[in-house]
């Protein structure tokens, strides 16, 4: 079964710290998705990675920088939070062709004081 | 202007009607467009994608494609109280990595 997991479902850090999200897939996936998900603005797109040590912006990667050092793991860095980035974080993964679908993990709701 | 576009609801629908959940998206290139369903407090799970013109039916649901007015729709028949949550429309263009873009989502509520 598609088994995607996410680091921490609720997390509070403060302003300035360095925060790590970790996702993981165990689906053999080649490309993961970070999203992040505010009222009235959907999902939108962070970074994306599309093989290991591969990575792409999205439309809204200021403030984050991402790692993948292995397949089945891709990271989000919040380099030093700040509160406009309290937010639903969601990491999604796709095995390339075919639907196209992505699957998602349960998300991370980030509260950063 | 923003890319993927829906109507952010609330729909209230009462059990047993068609709930009808409309998408218009900006770019023409894109080729394939997907219906997400969101329970509050989890995250989305694929329930219709559709790549052609035309209908597309799974059950109670139909995915309609209209690509000369760049329109996308999703029909719930036999509404349940159970299908209340947000639906997320997201488009895939032609590149490749599957990047999708996301409306803001439409919230349903079904009333029994």
């Known amino acids: 079964d598609v088994k995607v997991t996410q680091s921490s479902r609720y997390l509070v850090k403060r302003t300035g710290e360095k925060v790590f999200l970790e996702c993981v897939q165990d689906?053999?996936?080649?490309?993961m998705f970070w999203y992040r998900q505010d009222p009235g603005l959907g999902l939108r797109l962070i970074y994306f990675?599309?093989?290991?040590?591969?990575?792409e912006k999205g439309d809204i990667p200021e403030g984050y920088s991402v790692s993948r050092e292995k397949k089945e793991r891709f990271s989000l860095i919040l380099e030093s939070a700040s509160t406009n980035q309290t937010s639903m974080y969601l990491c999604?993964?796709?095995?390339?062709?075919?639907?196209?679908?992505?699957?998602f993990g349960p998300g991370t709701r980030l509260t950063v004081l | 202007q923003k890319e993927v576009e829906q109507n952010s609801g609330p729909l209230s629908v009462p059990e047993g009607a068609i709930a009808s959940l409309n998408c218009t998206y900006s770019?023409?290139?894109?080729?394939?467009f997907f219906w997400y369903r969101q329970y509050s407090g989890k995250s989305p799970e694929l329930i219709m994608f559709?790549?052609?013109?035309g209908d597309k039916e799974d059950g109670r649901f139909t995915a309609q494609l209209n690509k000369a007015s760049q329109y996308v729709s999703l029909l719930i028949r036999d509404s349940q109280p159970s299908d209340s949550a947000t639906y997320l429309c997201?488009?895939?263009?032609?590149?490749?990595?599957?990047?999708?873009?996301f409306g803001q989502g439409t919230i349903l509520t079904v009333h029994p």
């Open positions: 999604a993964s796709r095995l390339p062709g075919g639907v196209n679908e992505q699957f």
């Open positions: 689906m053999d996936h080649e490309n």
């Open positions: 990675s599309y093989d290991v040590k591969m990575k």
């Open positions: 770019d023409r290139g894109s080729q394939s």
């Open positions: 559709i790549y052609s013109n």
């Open positions: 997201a488009v895939a263009g032609g590149t490749s990595y599957g990047k999708l873009t």
